[in-house]
């Protein structure tokens, strides 16, 4: 008797690590399952000019400067003092913000989540969207 007692004590210890083998490699299956963000690779010069929302306005320069200015404030692109520098990786724009002193950087990160000729859509750091017009100039 002692050896089916023994046997039935092996194979259970078997089973055990065979059901626990199998529910890794499910977990491993489901985690390589899940989808992954997908980014856009988004081409500098499709960024390059003036876009408008509302009455707020953004212009990138090809030398990887800008402005924004916002007309419903009175402001005018020459008037504005928030000049900013941005980078482009993949579909993460960055613009740094140089306070009046020029010592403070502000730098605000966007996603840009779709870009065509006429539309700029970009999401902000805190998930808010927002989408501007290219200004035919």
Not at 13 to 39: M, N, P, T, W, Y
Request: aromatic fraction near 14%.
């Amino acid at each position: 008797m002692m050896g089916t007692t023994a046997a039935v004590t092996v194979c259970k210890g078997i089973l055990r690590k065979s059901l626990l083998l199998f529910s890794f490699l499910v977990f491993l299956f489901l985690l390589a399952g899940c989808e992954k963000e997908q980014h856009l690779n988004v081409n500098p010069a499709d960024l390059h000019g003036l876009w408008v929302r509302n009455q707020e306005y953004w212009r990138f320069l090809d030398n990887g400067t800008g402005v924004t200015w916002d007309e419903a404030e009175d402001v005018s692109e020459q008037e504005s003092n928030l000049r900013f520098e941005w980078t482009l990786s993949l579909d993460e724009l960055t613009c740094v913000f140089r306070g009046e002193m020029g010592n403070q950087a502000v730098p605000k990160l966007y996603i840009i989540r779709e870009i065509t000729p006429t539309r700029l859509r970009w999401e902000d750091y805190y998930g808010e969207e927002y989408t501007f017009s290219k200004v035919v100039e």
